[in-house]
């Protein structure tokens, strides 16, 4: 049995080293899970892009409580092999080809390891200076890749500020907005405002209007059609508000799209932004999935007109090679944000928020703690520059095109609507001679155009071997490939091709056998 002096310093770590934050221990198990990794990016195409799994699989294969005793990293990257990866959608394969791309690269990961390393809370300047000011430049040097105009960057009188998601910037300029128009007509008129959106603007909208308290029938969306691409239609959207006004309705707030979640409709800023300003509306563009290929001069000619906007966003983390997650928003007003969303408890009260000197992100967001998300996107940036970075993004284009000649050298499919960046909308073409039945009297289809793609495109995703997803415009469905992976090359392009075909092929052919008998 040791001194009273031996166990006092075992006890305050002088025999042991911390479990919890050994140097050693940390570089040791740090290069087991690196390798781990890479060894998972280099054997990426031998696992099925959609997970095969069935629901509830995981809670069969894990204990039914928390261990005791500590366990090994090598038993526990054991088990990650064994019972995680087979449940795991692989967005990373070079043959995802749905949704959106979450897109990661070397300098994203790497990023996220410092960031996650550090371990910092930046809520305010005083809580760790660089990742507020690495932030604010970084914003700034992304805005101007972009061309955005100067008031919307710190360089004017704007300003740019990360966040998670899509959804929190949406929210975070509707409660500026909103609080902007019932700071005029009082708070007790916020049963009359409303906000305006089309048909085909992401749901994330609509939930951040019930969170903000606009009244559900004050939620407008504006209609679109195929002829039009799905774009929004400026006459009708000032039709509408005419409307409203009339009403005594207070509009305030407009949310147009670049790149639409179905099918990657642009809406025309210009018009839209004119019409909006006659009734003083926040203008916010979410360009989520579509902003990141506005750095190559070709492509900035559909932000043309974010000038008339108010706010501006982007997902560096779906096409820009930076891991989830990582919003980049810019305002032009960033007093409208801290004005809603500002808090000043007397323990976050410190000298550099009090000369004014500096940002303080806590209140350009939800959310009091925030991560040190500018470091991934400063090493995206450094890593590769802006000449590379245009060079992946044209490449992702290019397979895109290549991808659509396949589908219209095919007379049995078709393309929906015109390719603006890297998604094709295509589908099995409606005319296909389909099996009949005669029903009181008429003869009809025994399936539906519809029907038929979506067996596609549960046959090629079922198989492992690719990954695609859906929407339904206008009445349609229609097959979406998303080109944007990082390890994405034109040999996977022609086997996701030839996959498609072949199913294809076996859909059709049983068709047509059932369709002579």
Known sequence: MGSLGDNLSRMAGGDTNNPLLDPEEFR?????????????????????????????????RLPTSAPFYPESIETILSDIENHIVPGITHWQSPNYFGYFPSSGSIAGFLGEMLATGFNVVGFNWMSSPAATELESIVMDWLGE????????????????????????????????????????????????????CSDQTHCAFKKASQIAGIHPNNFRVIPTTLSSSFSMCPKILQKTIIDDVEAKLVPIFLLATIGTTST???????????VAKKYEMWVHVDAAYAGSICICPEFRHFINGVEGANSFSLNAHKWFFTTLDCCCLWVKDPAALTQSLSTDPEYLKNKATESKQVVDYKDWQLALSRRFRSLKLWLVLRSYGVEKLRGFLRSHVKMAKLFQEFVMGDERFEIVVPINFATVCFRIKSDIPLNTERMNGMIR????????????????????????????VGGIFLLRFAVGASLTEDKHIVEAWNVIKQHADVILNNMMNNHNQ
Do not use: W
Not at 264 to 274: E, G, T
């Open 28 to 60: 040791r198990q740090g290069h087991m899970v690196v390798d781990f990794i890479a060894d998972y990016y280099k054997n990426i195409e031998k696992h099925p892009v959609m997970s095969q799994v069935e629901p509830g699989y995981l809670k069969t």
């Open 445 to 472: 289809p025994m399936v539906s155009i519809n029907e038929i793609n979506s067996k596609l495109m549960d046959s090629v995703n079922n198989s492992g071997r690719i990954y695609m997803t859906h929407s339904i």
């Open 264 to 274: 990657s409709a642009v809406d025309p800023l210009i018009p839209l932004c004119k």
């Open 145 to 196: 890749m972009l061309k955005l105009p100067k008031s919307f960057l710190f360089s004017g009188n704007g300003g740019g500020v990360l966040q998670g998601t899509t959804c929190e910037a949406i929210l975070c300029t509707l409660v500026a907005a909103r609080d902007r128009a019932l700071r005029i007509i009082g708070n007790n008129n916020i049963g009359k405002l409303v906000v305006y």
